[in-house]
């Protein structure tokens, strides 16, 4: 669901009975097999978007590609500036907060204002960055807000009483040099929580994750002028 770190899906997908286990849905979500093109956007601005769904241990996950003539390490400044999100997202995010201070590793938490009568969803989670073999990488896996941030989550809570958080949210951004350019991938594996029925997926299939990479890329063309 990020907006994330990124920039967000904020429609629910598909849950099982039991929420899998991160480490092992992160796995299922980085093998390279398995993934299916669902759809193929051309976005103003950006070009195409080619999105592809993979099913991992029961949750649906969500792949997004495209190439832009962009620097990646700005692509990646841009992505990890979770708390200005809001001002370039497409998404309405009222809040967005950084809950420690790494440079390569740290914690945030982002709210989601759903239209009625969608109720809101708000996500705590820990990122960190990584460069391989050339590769920019940015990771999140939601955290136990109640265990870890029990403060900030009443905070918030006492704030958006009718908040939901997200059952499962993890994912991550890629941007790999090439010739030309960089190639800009978003990962997620995420279900909103709530009673959201399954169909919802295909509309964030279809239509939230090239959203998601297409503002991205909008802002950093903003930040480069390009």
């Given at each position: 669901m990020l907006l994330t770190g990124t920039v967000l899906i904020g429609i629910a997908l598909a849950r099982s009975a039991h929420a899998a286990e991160p480490a092992a849905l992160r796995a299922g979500?980085?093998?390279?097999?398995?993934?299916?093109?669902?759809?193929?956007?051309?976005?103003?601005?950006?070009?195409?978007?080619?999105?592809?769904?993979?099913?991992?241990?029961?949750?649906?996950c969500l792949a997004g590609e495209t190439v832009a003539a962009l620097d990646p390490d700005v692509l990646l400044t841009a992505a990890t500036d979770v708390e200005n999100q809001p001002k370039w997202s497409s998404w309405k995010v009222p809040e967005?907060?950084?809950?420690?201070?790494?440079a390569t590793s740290f914690d945030y938490f982002q709210l989601l204002d759903n239209p009625s009568p969608v109720s809101d969803r708000y996500w705590f989670?820990?990122?960190?960055?990584?460069?391989?073999?050339?590769?920019?990488?940015?990771?999140?896996?939601?955290?136990?807000?109640?265990a870890q941030y029990p403060a900030a989550l009443a905070d918030?809570?006492?704030?958006?009483?009718?908040?939901?958080?997200?059952?499962?949210?993890l994912g991550d951004?890629?941007?790999?040099?090439?010739?030309?350019?960089?190639?800009?991938?978003?990962?997620?594996?995420?279900?909103?929580?709530?009673?959201?029925?399954?169909?919802?997926?295909?509309?964030?299939?279809?239509?939230?994750?090239?959203?998601?990479?297409?503002?991205?890329?909008?802002?950093?063309?903003?930040?480069?002028?390009l």
């Open positions: 979500m980085e093998e390279a097999s398995g993934w299916k093109v669902v759809e193929t956007k051309t976005l103003a601005g950006v070009g195409e978007v080619v999105v592809q769904h993979k099913v991992v241990l029961g949750e649906d967005a907060k950084r809950l420690t201070a790494g989670v820990h990122a960190r960055t990584s460069t391989e073999g050339g590769v920019r990488i940015f990771r999140w896996d939601q955290v136990d807000a109640e918030l809570t006492s704030r958006y009483p009718g908040a939901v958080s997200t059952r499962t949210n951004w890629t941007f790999s040099p090439e010739t030309g350019g960089t190639r800009i991938r978003y990962r997620i594996c995420t279900d909103a929580g709530g009673n959201i029925p399954r169909w919802v997926g295909e509309i964030a299939a279809r239509s939230t994750l090239p959203g998601n990479i297409g503002d991205l890329v909008k802002e950093v063309r903003r930040r480069t002028g």
